[in-house]
């Protein structure tokens, strides 16, 4: 049985906490990297984390804690810039709710992607 290349998985995004939260089910997904890069295609309307092997200061790639890793079901990044920047780009962002984002990861691309027309606001 040959295994599926792409399989459903999601993030959230905290505006009020300025908080991306990854579930753990997402970085096994694409290969529990040691580093992740956020990536975004404004005219795709696109998020995206990508799995990278070694820190690169100038892809602003954020280390994944494996201590964090053990504890809940999620990993979580603050990045007040991030959010911010998101907000600005994409019309579709209300400050200080939640929301969650539902995408695909691709396992031979160690990659996630996440398209803005899955955006769920989260109802606390």
């Not at 096994?28 to 580093?35: A, M």
Request: aromatic residues 8%; contains cysteine.
């Amino acid at each position: 049985m040959t295994e599926p290349s792409n399989l459903l998985t999601q993030i959230s995004i905290d505006l009020k906490k300025f908080r991306i939260r990854i579930h753990k089910e997402s970085l096994h997904l694409i290969g529990d990297p040691q580093y992740i890069q956020f990536l975004v295609n404004i005219s795709s309307r696109l998020v995206a984390i990508r799995a990278v092997d070694k820190e690169q200061v100038d892809l602003q790639t954020h280390r994944v804690d494996q201590t964090r890793m053990e504890s809940d079901f999620s990993f979580e990044i603050y990045s007040r810039p991030f959010i911010e920047r998101l907000c600005k780009e994409f019309d579709c962002f209300n400050k200080g709710n939640s929301y969650r984002l539902t995408g695909a990861a691709i396992k031979s691309e160690r990659i996630a992607v996440f398209p803005l027309d899955s955006l769920q606001k989260i109802d606390i």
